[in-house]
């Protein structure tokens, strides 16, 4: 038997339009295709960081506030005092990944991007794709 979970309140429709949302405004600023850009989240000394790059280069380091808004909407990090909350989420289940995969905790993280307009996000090993992750199961380290 298969899990099946229904995103009752919409959650999921939210945090897409708002992940569409963010590469349209920095593909504008950047003058790149959306699709040309990756949100990566990893570890760096067990801390969450985040930065928008393409294949080729790194374009800005992502604040934490910017990339909880990124999944919850502008204005939620600073409204609901989010920062210190997803930080330990998020970089506990980075940890989780890495061991759950034997990667090198330093080496592992998740890579968003649009492909064909839907949301994609790829479990990384460096630069080597891993594998999918459901959207949803990183979803919740960012609720409040």
Do not use: W
């Amino acid at each position: 038997m298969e899990n099946v979970t229904i995103d009752v309140f919409g959650y999921e429709k939210k945090v897409i339009s708002n992940v569409q949302g963010y590469f349209q405004v920095q593909s504008k600023n950047y003058r790149l295709s959306k699709e040309d850009m990756i949100v990566e989240i990893g570890l760096q000394n067990k801390q969450c960081k985040a930065r928008l790059i393409t294949e080729i280069e790194m374009l800005y380091a992502i604040p934490t506030p910017e990339l909880i808004d990124f999944f919850a909407g502008d204005g939620m990090a600073t409204a609901l005092g989010l920062q210190p909350i997803v930080e330990k989420r998020v970089s506990d289940y980075l940890q989780h990944l890495a061991i759950a995969h034997a990667i090198p905790p330093e080496k592992v993280n998740a890579k968003i991007q649009l492909q064909d307009n839907l949301v994609k996000v790829f479990l990384c090993h460096g630069e080597k794709h891993h594998s999918l992750i459901p959207l949803k199961t990183l979803i919740k380290q960012f609720k409040p």
